[in-house]
């Protein structure tokens, strides 16, 4: 991945990542190296954010089902399971992947909490209302054009609250900060090369509205968070009861 590159739009290329028919311990040891960069650039934040919110517009009910769609090894929601605590929220967090390496990581991290579950599964698959609140952190910056509305409005149809997105900023300063840091920390093909590219295929708040734009959620926001992220939020659209004669 180059040090230098233009960053006026979102990039194109794959990740390494995405090719679900390679990994192997190499995928495994990228998933645990990527937690190392989870917590350096503070990605636990926008997810707790966003979800705190809709919690509270939700009427902060006593429980709560959370599924996280491409969730890796779903480091980021331990934060959440502290915030329930603190709450005295009754949470239930359901991790989805499809990657076998990945749910095998999220097994072994949460082998001991039992309000964790780990399901390998499509999250285009998923049924209506799954969850409560459907949560992507890092994850739909993989896609873009028609397959990212798509995917957005699929979270929508299996969330009751809404949607909660965490994802990176696209800027020079994230961009050089995360290909210097992947450098330093690990030797791992698939961090070296997606770390950066992840940055390249992140979002601006022109991308945010072209996507509110083709949603037609006028109720969506989107808020900067420290470091280099963006905490979207995606109130479920409420259907108004037909009206009888």
Not at 64 to 84: M, Q
Not at 106 to 125: C, I, S, T
């Amino acid at each position: 991945m180059p040090f230098f590159r233009s960053l006026s739009e979102r990039a194109r290329e794959d990740e390494l990542m995405d090719d679900f028919f390679n990994g192997g311990e190499e995928l495994s040891e990228a998933l645990q190296h990527l937690r190392r960069l989870n917590k350096i650039f503070a990605a636990p934040g926008p997810t707790l954010a966003g979800v705190e919110r809709l919690w509270k517009a939700a009427g902060t009910p006593a429980s709560l089902r959370i599924l996280d769609a491409g969730a890796g090894s779903g480091d980021v929601n331990r934060k959440l399971l502290g915030w329930a605590d603190r709450k005295g929220i009754q949470l239930e967090i359901t991790l989805v992947d499809m990657t076998e390496e990945a749910c095998q990581e999220a097994r072994r991290l949460f082998r001991n909490e039992p309000r964790v579950k780990v399901q390998r599964a499509d999250v285009r698959e998923l049924p209506e209302r799954s969850a409560d609140i459907v949560t992507g952190c890092q994850f739909i910056h993989h896609f873009d054009g028609q397959q990212l509305v798509d995917i957005v409005s699929r979270m929508l149809r299996a969330s009751k609250y809404g949607v909660v997105i965490n994802d990176i900023h696209r800027h020079p300063i994230a961009y050089t900060a995360v290909w210097m840091t992947t450098r330093i920390i690990s030797r791992n093909r698939y961090i070296r090369h997606d770390g950066p590219l992840s940055v390249a295929k992140g979002f601006t708040v022109r991308d945010w509205e072209e996507l509110q734009r083709q949603l037609s959620v006028e109720t969506m926001t989107y808020e900067w968070k420290p470091l280099f992220r963006y905490s979207v939020v995606i109130p479920a659209q409420v259907e108004q009861p037909r009206a009888t004669l």
